[in-house]
């Protein structure tokens, strides 16, 4: 079983549309988070929820939207599509600050 | 802010030793350690949360130090599956505020 999933694996769109990806935890963890990683490699973090609430919002484009329906979902929208946002999203998840993270596949962005 | 990692990449011979290093320059109370492959997603190796606290499983082992906000990951006797990008994750709080921060990142190659 799947630890961490994520959907889509690849992503290709063109500039301006609106696009979310899925992600899904069945290890019961009570923190998710998002992450972007660039062509040079660097990992950042986008996004943390903790049971559903918002606890780390770094300085991304308002274009980029969390949603958590529930402790087990964290999904993220992204408005207006830029050539930009072109990276590998991965999607996270631990059972409290200071424990093993376990990372999602990956989502594949590829803006046009 | 983000730590730094050195060396930038190493390449060895299977049976060596390398020594990677995160240094931070805020203060920090735990250092994860990641490694990478190639269009995966980063695996957990190991968290330290003390300072001057060593850990180690199998032939990897890392150390932490608190008031020099500095970790290094020691890998002996280096195997090809040691091969990938290896990024240490530091958490702490800066202006009141949590932090996860990933390093630059490490290239390590293990040539046969």
């Known amino acids: 079983d799947t630890a961490v999933s994520q959907t889509p694996k690849y992503l290709v769109t063109q500039m301006g549309n609106d696009k979310s990806i899925k992600c899904e935890q069945n290890?019961?963890?009570?923190?998710m988070y998002w992450y972007k990683q660039d062509s040079k490699k660097f990992l950042k973090i986008m996004f943390s929820?903790?049971?559903?609430?918002?606890?780390i919002n770094e300085t991304v484009p308002n274009r980029f939207s969390p949603k958590s329906p529930d402790k087990a979902h964290l999904n993220l929208h992204i408005n207006s599509l830029e050539l930009g946002d072109s990276a590998v999203y991965f999607c996270?998840?631990?059972?409290?600050?200071?424990?093993?993270?376990?990372f999602g596949p990956g989502t594949r962005l590829l803006v046009l | 802010q983000q730590p730094v990692q050195s060396p930038q990449a190493v390449i060895l011979r299977e049976g060596e030793d390398a020594v990677i290093n995160c240094s931070s320059s805020?203060?920090?109370?735990?250092v994860h350690w990641y490694r990478q492959k190639h269009g995966e997603a980063p695996v957990f190796l190991m968290i330290?949360?003390?300072?001057?606290e060593q850990k180690g499983h199998d032939k990897i082992s890392a150390s932490f130090n608190e008031k020099k906000q500095q970790s290094s990951l020691y890998l002996t006797a280096s195997q090809l599956s040691y091969s990938g990008t290896y990024f240490c994750?530091?958490?702490?709080?800066?202006?009141?505020?949590?932090?996860?921060?990933f390093g630059t990142g490490t290239r390590l190659k293990v040539l046969a």
């Open positions: 330290l949360l003390k300072g001057g």
């Open positions: 994750g530091t958490e702490g709080v800066t202006s009141g505020t949590y932090k996860y921060i």
């Open positions: 996270a998840s631990r059972i409290s600050l200071s424990e093993t993270q376990y």
């Open positions: 929820y903790n049971n559903k609430e918002l606890i």
């Open positions: 290890l019961g963890h009570d923190t």
């Open positions: 805020k203060a920090l109370y735990s």
